[in-house]
């Protein structure tokens, strides 16, 4: 395992000294790569966006990956073109919330503001404006995008007749999936616990009143891991990003550096501290605490689990019953349990959706087969959970047939069609528009050929 994170500093402090140098390199020499109709793409553009993909881990492309973004980055220039001719575009403030989620990601990755700023070699004020003006045009070439699929439908005549012809060998192959139920239980938290975490909140409000810093505290004490090391520093967001209750403290704070009440979530116990506002959208920072679960609680939970399987065994209930009654989540609760796949919105999961603990339950376990009590942290809340699951079916390793897979077909056809759709439009703009590549780009291995005239 030493070995394994040693690797992975040597290649983290690569890539940073890598890209320190393309930072001092850009200062010296930039030059306009393509013009597409009234817009340039420069150099410093593709390497840009080159080093973001190493951040984020996407630069492990097959081919040239800096090839690739350029003709990305050409393919948006058309569609931000006709964009403008048929005035599409996006909300300032939609843009400018992605890029706080994108740069806050950044420094999470990086490990601070500071070493953002070495690894692009300019201040933060202007890898945020780089980012906004980048943002801006993916978003208008996405939304161009789904001006031109919007009015693609698939029948089911199509999906029949798309099936029928496909070879043998072309026809996708679905790996096992599981249609599962769940029900849940939050351990109970003691109340002297709840008022342990809320006077060391009111101390921390205290300090607050008194001249200490509020970030300070969080790097100190929140046990919010994706914000403590900003100083709790949540970044910019709408009402709508952020759960109900947290929304509805944070948004009535009106005052910069003002601090909020005690406010309790599913994830705890926070006190919020308004950054600034913003028309509708506001940056604030928070401390957060949660309540620890104490051995009897847990216990209870077991305990109570174990009761409920009783009461399925004997068949007093069924586990869609008992699920209704006594589960606490309540994504599934009013499911009768049954769990549903976000990626697709289906019943159906294959075994690498699946989380670790559930799929370890799941194992040796036949149809209609539910498991002993076991505990997991819901990474989602962060919060630790007692479950037990059911297998409701297994579906086996097949080739995709219209009965049961006909939802899948239909996504894959609707798919091919959006990207044909999309194929031809850029293939006839390609014609219609202005288009200038340097020589020295013009080798470029190209999805779409068209574009050096």
């Known amino acids: 395992m030493f070995k394994s994170i040693k690797y992975s500093l040597y290649l983290l402090?690569?890539?940073?000294?890598?890209?320190?140098?393309?930072?001092?390199?850009?200062?010296?020499?930039?030059?306009?790569?393509?013009?597409?109709?009234?817009?340039?793409?420069?150099?410093?553009?593709?390497?840009?966006?080159?080093?973001?993909?190493?951040?984020?881990?996407?630069?492990?492309?097959?081919?040239?990956?800096?090839?690739?973004?350029?003709?990305?980055i050409l393919i948006q220039k058309l569609m931000v073109q006709q964009a403008r001719i048929d005035s599409i575009e996006v909300s300032e403030s939609d843009v400018v919330s992605q890029v706080d989620q994108r740069m806050n990601y950044f420094i999470q990755q990086v490990g601070g503001q500071n070493k953002?700023?070495?690894?692009?070699?300019?201040?933060?004020?202007?890898?945020?404006?780089?980012?906004?003006?980048?943002?801006?045009?993916?978003?208008?070439?996405?939304?161009?995008?789904?001006?031109?699929?919007?009015?693609?439908?698939?029948?089911?005549?199509?999906?029949?007749?798309?099936?029928?012809?496909?070879?043998?060998?072309?026809?996708?192959?679905?790996?096992?999936?599981?249609?599962?139920?769940?029900?849940?239980?939050?351990p109970e938290i003691e109340q002297k616990e709840i008022d342990r975490v809320k006077n060391k909140l009111r101390d921390y409000q205290k300090q607050i009143a008194e001249g200490r810093d509020f970030a300070t505290l969080a790097v100190l004490y929140s046990e919010d891991p994706g914000s403590a090391a900003r100083g709790g520093d949540l970044g910019w967001y709408s009402k709508s990003g952020f759960v109900p209750e947290f929304s509805a403290v944070a948004f009535n704070l009106q005052e910069k550096g003002k601090v909020s009440k005690i406010v309790e979530t599913e994830f705890g116990f926070h006190i919020i501290q308004l950054i600034e506002r913003r028309g509708d959208r506001i940056n604030c920072r928070h401390i957060l605490l949660k309540p620890k679960v104490s051995?009897?609680?847990?216990k209870k939970a077991m305990n109570f689990l174990d009761t409920i399987s009783s009461l399925i065994d004997k068949e007093k209930l069924t586990f869609q019953e008992a699920a209704l009654r006594f589960s606490m989540d309540k994504d599934t609760r009013s499911n009768g349990g049954l769990m549903i796949n976000k990626n697709d919105g289906s019943t159906k999961f294959q075994l690498s959706e699946i989380p670790a603990e559930i799929a370890k339950a799941?194992?040796?376990?036949?149809?209609?087969?539910?498991?002993?009590?076991?505990?997991?942290?819901?990474?989602?809340?962060?919060?630790?959970?007692?479950?037990?699951?059911?297998?409701?079916?297994?579906?086996?390793?097949?080739?995709?047939?219209?009965?049961?897979?006909?939802?899948?077909?239909?996504?894959?056809?609707e798919e091919r069609k959006r990207k044909n759709a999309v194929d031809e439009w850029i293939i006839k703009r390609q014609k219609?528009?202005?288009?200038?590549?340097?020589?020295?780009?013009?080798?470029?291995?190209?999805?779409?050929?068209?574009?050096?005239?």
Request: aromatic share 12%; hydrophobic share 35%; with cysteine.
């Open 13 to 72: 402090l690569v890539s940073f000294f890598s890209i320190t140098s393309f930072a001092q390199e850009r200062l010296l020499v930039d030059e306009v790569v393509a013009t597409v109709g009234d817009d340039a793409i420069l150099w410093s553009d593709i390497e840009y966006q080159y080093q973001q993909a190493m951040i984020d881990g996407s630069a492990n492309y097959s081919g040239d990956m800096r090839a690739h973004i350029f003709e990305q």
């Open 116 to 186: 953002l700023e070495e690894y692009f070699g300019k201040p933060f004020m202007q890898i945020k404006r780089d980012q906004i003006e980048m943002y801006r045009t993916q978003m208008i070439a996405q939304r161009m995008q789904r001006e031109i699929t919007k009015d693609i439908k698939i029948t089911p005549s199509e999906i029949r007749a798309y099936f029928s012809q496909l070879p043998q060998d072309s026809i996708p192959f679905i790996p096992a999936q599981y249609e599962i139920m769940q029900i849940v239980l939050y």
């Open 295 to 298: 051995a009897e609680s847990r």
């Open 362 to 413: 799941l194992n040796n376990l036949k149809e209609g087969e539910f498991s002993k009590p076991f505990s997991m942290i819901d990474e989602q809340k962060g919060k630790e959970t007692y479950r037990i699951v059911l297998l409701k079916k297994r579906h086996d390793p097949h080739r995709a047939n219209m009965k049961e897979d006909y939802y899948k077909l239909q996504n894959l056809m």
């Open 432 to 453: 219609e528009i202005y288009i200038n590549i340097a020589p020295s780009w013009q080798n470029c291995n190209f999805q779409y050929k068209g574009w050096v005239k």
